[in-house]
């Protein structure tokens, strides 16, 4: 298909009452558009982080009762699933569209990583542009300002990484659905790309 844009429509699939008439809805207007960008944006990945990335489309198959509250597509380095490794997400919720770099807390090398980050705390806070934003969970929606965190904070995130089972960390921005229902598909494309291109030192970090 051909992308063009993310609609109010995109948005207002999250507020249909029941799991089979939102996954239908999904199904219909937002996964295409999911399925073009990560066919989009897997070979800019592949150059950019020197190796293979590949789309891999939420299917929310494991619902049974509660429906889906946000969906995605995720890049990772295995074809067979993206949970387990550091990745790259663009995605909605009813709220807003996101844009991660996202380590989940099925990554078994999560003490490694975040000892990593420790260690490079410096670079990464003055490199994370201010209007970025930090979340400790991929399932809920609140996120802590760049521009509000100390390195003290941020130190005590990526410790949390280290010592915490269920720990994440995700990096990104966000576009209120407003805005991002008014951007062009231009426009839509230049913001995904420059934020990959400023999340793109964390994962060669790791």
């Known amino acids: 298909m051909s992308f063009n844009g993310f609609t109010n429509t995109d948005f207002n699939v999250f507020s249909i009452d029941g799991l089979e008439p939102r996954m239908e809805a999904l199904k219909t207007h937002v996964r295409p558009k999911l399925e073009f960008l990560g066919n989009h944006f897997a070979p800019t990945l592949s150059t950019m982080l020197g190796e293979e990335i590949y789309p891999h489309v939420a299917k929310h198959a494991r619902r049974t009762i509660n429906p889906p509250n946000d969906t995605w597509v995720a890049f990772a380095s295995n074809p067979r699933g993206y ?48 209007d970025f934003v930090w979340s400790l969970d991929h399932m809920k929606p609140e996120v ?23 720990a994440e960390i995700l ?13 062009s598909v231009q426009q839509l494309l230049d913001q995904m790309q420059t934020v990959f291109t400023v999340l793109s030192p964390l994962y060669k970090m790791l």
Request: glycine share 4%.
């Open 83 to 130: 949970k387990m490794l550091p990745h790259f997400q663009i995605g909605l919720w009813g709220t807003h569209l996101f844009i991660w770099f996202a380590i989940i807390y099925e990554a078994p090398r999560k003490t490694e990583f975040g000892l990593t980050f420790q260690e490079n705390i410096d670079s990464i806070y003055s490199h994370v542009p201010k």
């Open 171 to 183: 990096c990104g921005y966000q576009i209120p659905r407003e805005k991002a229902a008014q951007l």
């Open 144 to 166: 802590l300002n760049h521009k509000d965190l100390s390195k003290e904070d941020m130190t005590k995130m990526f410790v949390r990484l280290q010592s915490v089972k269920k």
